[in-house]
């Protein structure tokens, strides 16, 4: 596979995970350019090899079993061209390095994203968001490869959306997406996210491993206000902890298994659901080899 980009073998994804949990990957591969991934997806395809995409691993479980197939990452992918209002932008790329770019020429529109330690990639499969703004809002266009590894560009409006979802996900890898930009006051923006990031510091454990909240809010209550009326802030599965700090975030306190993460959430829901007759919704991705 050495023809397609950068191999490493038997990696530890605990090392490509916010949450520092994962199993080992006989093989994580960086492909060197759009063409390479293409002819690394045929040749997976032909080989009846398992992959999976991941970008920067901050909205993902993963299970610890190892891995017997191909981790793909976009490190490569790291083209940011911009023409006139619009912006291309490769999926690798870090979302705080882009809103950095972005404040250079003077747009503030994609702003909110900086705090959302993801890629543009991921962002966008998930339709990443907060402060009621979504990332979705600005795209224009994506390319993406299908399963078969053909390049296809895709219109907005050819991709369904909601809450922390698109058709993207397990569907296409993307590799660019077109954003529309929006110029603003560079210095309020940047005021503002200040502000906003203090207000997480002192709200959310984010000197610890997690992968930010573990429950979507439902619509009756925020997931934090029910977790805490169930009494399991503060409790533990293994090196598994409810924070106390904010009960809607896991960390890994003590080398936590994936075991332990799923137990601490099935307890979480079926008390909730006891109490309450609500049924949580877990918000990262749940990653588990046998599913692939
Ligand atoms: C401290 C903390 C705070 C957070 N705050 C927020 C927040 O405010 N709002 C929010 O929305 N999220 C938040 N998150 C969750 C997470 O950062 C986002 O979901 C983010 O968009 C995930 O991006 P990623 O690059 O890390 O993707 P990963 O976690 O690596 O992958 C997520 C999913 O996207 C897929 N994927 C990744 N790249 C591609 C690609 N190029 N093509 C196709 N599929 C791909 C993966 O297969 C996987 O299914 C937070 C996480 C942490 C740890």
Known sequence: MNEFGKVLE???????????????????????????????????????????????????????NFFNGVIIKLDYFKDIKYQDNLVTVGSGVILSNFVNDNFKYGYTNLAFLSMIPGTIGGAVVVNAGCYG??????????KVLDKAGNIKILDKNEISYGYRYTTLK??????????????????????????????????????????????????????????????????????ALVSSKHANFIVNEKDASFKDVIELINIIKKKVKDKYEISLVVEPTILRWDEL
């Open 170 to 239: 397990d569907k296409y890898i993307v590799l660019e997406t077109t954003f529309i930009l929006k110029k603003g006051d560079v210095l309020k923006t940047k005021e503002w996210l200040k502000e906003q990031n203090n207000k997480r510091i002192n709200a959310q454990p984010l000197d610890k491993f997690s992968v930010g909240s573990i429950f979507r809010n439902p619509e009756e209550h925020p997931a934090w206000v029910l977790i805490d009326k169930i009494g399991m802030r503060g409790k533990t599965v293994g090196g």
């Open 10 to 64: 038997n990696v530890s994804l605990k090392d490509y995970s916010t949450f520092k949990i994962g199993g080992i990957t006989k093989y994580l591969v960086k492909p060197y350019s759009e063409e390479k991934l293409s002819k690394l997806i045929k040749y997976l395809n032909k080989n009846k090899t398992k992959y999976y995409i991941i970008g920067n691993g901050s909205g993902l479980i993963i299970d610890d």
């Open 133 to 142: 703004d979504e990332i979705i809002n600005y795209v224009k266009k994506v």
